[in-house]
């Protein structure tokens, strides 16, 4: 299996069918193709060679999809970076991959302008969009100009990409994922999400994450259409589902709150939506019976998933998703395994446990990662005989519909993103006056979990929790800062081995929920 497969039958079998629209700029499946192998002939000139690593920090756009394929085209391996993160952030993931180009636009031009002359590896910096060009970059539709260059034939094992994602130290870990990881999880995107030549899919959620990504290849293996909108935002999503007739589309649901209750949404025609996929967290009730009301012809399915699985896992198919009827119970489940994944519940010998038990979800398929990148102890340690195990706990029932209860990597999840504890508590660890620090999530209505500071000044300081919070912006990505800070005069408590007991610091607020999870 190789990644422009999908790319090369769209432009074989739908030539002159739309392909793709990003603002003013409109094109069919024949010019993309032609763009994409001419990207790649570009690319290979600027000395790109099979295996190099090319960094994508940038908003969604035609020219970021180009790029998706252009890369495997020429054998090489795209790393998208996360847009929200600080520049020291952006550096550690440009270092630890070994980029060799990097591509931005004019939102995160001004993170190549800083890391200018700093890193080891990128030898260009290619500009996106088509205003000034900020010195030292080159622009990209140079690229384009170049000669068309024969697809390198890449695919099964060979890296496809790098996809970063949080870790419990405190320091990304690069997930390696090959043509055939993508592939897979592109075919269970086709078959869950109901995708087909006919699909128009709005693109509004960030595409560094690859919960956009598996859209991405399936819509493209299908020959549909991808509508662009830089980045979410509510009445941009809902112009453009009207325009652009959109069948499909894929939002947390803090999302999906923010366009049920848009004060304008009732003036937009939003009949051709057929199919909203939603993950990250359980729809809460309210939030979905507004979204049954305002997309009345729209089918929801519930995905749970990680990067480490490239990333579908579950899916929970839309007759379940409902608040009535004989299946009404099933809304709080994240799904059945997807078509390509087995999956199991172990306890912590990681032997499978009887159905309905609480367990470690594990998972087995072709589209589980192939490791971490340079971090071989942390690849071993949830690698095992095929099975990748995921630190998630949850049960299953008698009929495989999986139930996420808890986490058992000390991780948040706020507004769909994932922030490792270990990332914020590192940064404000360098923070002055900081003796011992712990972070948790805590329930939110809005966002599901918000990110609560835990800590114990050391003796004298004075610490605010507005200079705490300003202190992580400078350290890490805004989504990853404390919403709230406690500061407290006793030590933190810890267990025998010496471990923060972050269970009782979150019991108070997580009381009265039915899980840890939100």
Not at 269 to 280: C, H, K, P, Q, T
Not at 385 to 404: H, K, L, N, P, R
Request: aromatic share 8%; glycine share 10%.
């Amino acid at each position: 299996m190789y990644l422009t497969q999908g790319l090369r039958r769209a432009g074989q079998l739908r030539p002159r069918e739309k392909s793709t629209v990003f603002r003013d700029r409109r094109r069919i499946w024949s010019q993309t193709v032609e763009r994409v192998a001419r990207l790649a002939g570009g690319l290979q000139a600027a000395g790109v060679r099979p295996g190099d690593r090319i960094a994508i920090m940038a908003l969604n756009s035609d020219r970021y999809y180009e790029l998706m394929y252009a890369i495997p085209w020429l054998g090489a391996a795209m790393v998208p970076v996360n847009t929200r993160l600080a520049t020291p952030e952006v550096r550690y993931i440009l270092e630890d991959s070994g980029a060799r180009v990097l591509f931005v636009d004019g939102a995160m031009k001004a993170h190549a302008t800083a890391l200018a002359g700093k890193l080891s590896t990128v030898t260009a910096v290619f500009y996106l969009d088509d205003d000034a060009l900020p010195d030292g970059m080159r622009r990209f539709e140079d690229l384009v100009s170049a000669p068309a260059a024969a697809d390198a034939g890449a695919g099964g094992e060979t890296l496809a990409g790098l996809f970063y994602t949080g870790g419990t130290t405190g320091q990304s870990k690069g997930v390696m994922l090959s043509h055939n990881n993508l592939v897979w999880n592109a075919m269970n995107a086709i078959a869950g999400l109901f995708f087909d030549s006919d699909t128009t899919y709005i693109h509004s959620g960030p595409m560094f994450h690859l919960a956009d990504g598996a859209s991405t290849f399936g819509v493209t293996a299908c020959g549909g259409f991808h509508a662009f909108v830089p980045r979410f935002d509510a009445a941009d999503c809902l112009e453009t589902i009207q325009r652009e007739k959109v069948t499909h589309g894929q939002y947390v649901p803090t999302m999906i709150n923010m366009l049920a209750n848009h004060p304008k949404v009732k003036d937009y025609d939003l009949s051709s939506l057929r199919y909203i996929l939603y993950g990250a967290s359980p729809m809460p009730e309210g939030v979905l019976r507004k979204a049954l009301e305002v997309f009345p012809g729209c089918q929801f399915i519930h995905a749970y998933g990680m990067t480490e699985a490239a990333p579908i896992l579950t899916l929970l198919p839309p007759r379940y998703t409902t608040l009535d009827g004989p299946y009404a119970g099933r809304i709080k489940s994240c799904g059945l395994a997807a078509h390509t994944a087995e999956l199991k519940i172990v306890d912590e010998n990681r032997q499978e446990v009887p159905r309905g038990t609480a367990g470690e979800v594990a998972a087995k398929g072709p589209m589980i990662m192939l490791g971490y990148w340079n971090k071989p102890q942390e690849t071993a340690a949830v690698l095992k005989d095929g099975w990748y195990y995921s630190g998630d706990a949850a049960t299953m029932d008698d009929e495989g519909f999986v139930f996420i209860v808890d986490r058992l990597k000390d991780m948040i999840i706020s507004g769909g993103e994932n922030v490792y504890s270990a990332e914020v508590e590192n940064a404000i660890s360098l923070m002055p006056g900081v003796a011992e620090v712990a972070v948790i999530g805590i329930p939110d209505a809005k966002w599901g979990e918000t990110i609560h500071a835990v800590i114990v000044p050391r003796a004298g300081a004075n610490l605010t929790a507005e200079a705490v919070i300003e202190h992580c912006r400078s350290q890490i990505a805004g989504y990853k800062c404390p919403r709230s800070v406690e500061f407290r005069e006793t030590p933190l408590p810890l267990s025998g081995a010496g471990k923060v007991l972050k269970r009782e610091l979150r019991e108070p607020f997580w009381k009265g929920y039915e899980k840890r999870v939100n």
